[in-house]
C-alpha cells in the first residue's frame, strides 16, 4: 500500500474539483493571502477565540503545558495538532478555522519550552530540552489526561517537523490508541550545512558534556521580529509570514529564539531513536514532503515511507517546509488531502 505522489501546481483546481465531486466541505478555505490580514481579524481569530477552550496540565517534572480545544457538538473522530519548533497554538488557528467543518474535536498543544508552556531556561528565547523523550511523555500525558477521557471516535495525529517526530515515537509505543497520522514536513533528518551531520552531533554532544549546552548555536540567536521575508526558509506565502510575525508582537510571550546545542543534541537522539523503533506504525499514515524543503531531509523522510506498510508520501512542488503556513495554492492542496484522509481514517463509521 506504500504509494508516493509529486503534487505540481495544478494540484490545487484538481482537489477542489474533487471536492466538489466528493461532496467534501471546503467552506472552510475562505482566506486567500491577498485577504488574509482582513480575514483573521474579521473571522479567523473571533472564530478561535470564541471556540477554542484554553487549558493547562502539569507535567511530570512540575512544568505547565498550554493547550486549547475545541469539542465538537458530535464527534465522529479526535484531531491532535502537534506542532513543530517555534510554533504555537494561535499560529493554526487558520488551519482549524479551515477544519471547522469536519465533525471531529480538536486539540492542540504547545510543546515544553515554546508557546505559552513552560520555558527551562532564564532566557526565553533559547529553544531547549532536557531530554528528547520528555517531548514524546508530555504528549503521553496529554492525550492520557485531557483527550481520551473525551475521545469520540478514532485519534489522529497532525504534526509538524519536530512534532512529526514527537507523534512518530509515541504512535510506535501506543499503536493501539492511534488510528492515523498525518506528517507535515517531519523532521527525521535535520540541515545542518556546512556541517555534515556526525560532525554536528559530535560539536552538539561535546558543548552538552562541557556544560555549554545552554548555549545559542553558532550564528544563532534572540527571536529577529526584523527578519526579512526573503531570508526565510520556511514559506513562500508573504501573507503567512507577516501574519505569523504579527501574532508574535500581539503576544511576545510566544517568541522564540534559535535552538542551543542541547536542542540539537537532544533531536539527534529523538530522530536516531525513531529511525530504529517505527515497526509498529501500521496505522494509516499520509505524509506530506515539502518539494523545496531546506530544514529537514527528505531523503529521511522517504526512507521511513518505503518501511512502512500503509504510508502514503506526496510530495507538494515548490513548497517549503511549512507546508500548512505556504502559498495558497500549495497550501490548499494540503488542505484537502488532509480534509481527504480524515474524512477515510479520522472519522467513526456508521
Known sequence: MRRRRTIGPWGAALFLLLALLLGLPIRGRVATESSLARDFTSQIKPFFEGHFIEGSLATRDGLTLRYVKRPAAHPQGVLVLVPGRTEFAAKYAELAYDLRALPV???????????????????????????????????????????????????????????????????????????????????LAINTRPLPAFAARLLAGGMVDLGLGDRYLPRGGPYNPKKPFARNDLTGSRARFDLNRRLVAENPANSLGSPTFAWLYQAFIGMGRLAAHHRRLTMPILLLQAGDDTVVGNAAQNDLCRKLPHCTLITLAGAKHEILMERDGIRNQAIALIRDFENTHGEARP
Open 105 to 187: 474535536s480538536i486539540y492542540i498543544l504547545d510543546l515544553r519550552g515554546q508557546g505559552l508552556s513552560s520555558r527551562m531556561l532564564a532566557d526565553h528565547d533559547k529553544g531547549y530540552v532536557g531530554a528528547f523523550n520528555d517531548y514524546v511523555d508530555d504528549l503521553a500525558r496529554f492525550l492520557d489526561t485531557v483527550v481520551r477521557p473525551e475521545q469520540r471516535g478514532p485519534l489522529v495525529l497532525l504534526a509538524h517537523s519536530l512534532g512529526g517526530a514527537i507523534a512518530c515515537l509515541y504512535a510506535d509505543a501506543h499503536p493501539e490508541r492511534v488510528q492515523g497520522l498525518i506528517l507535515c514536513s517531519p523532521m
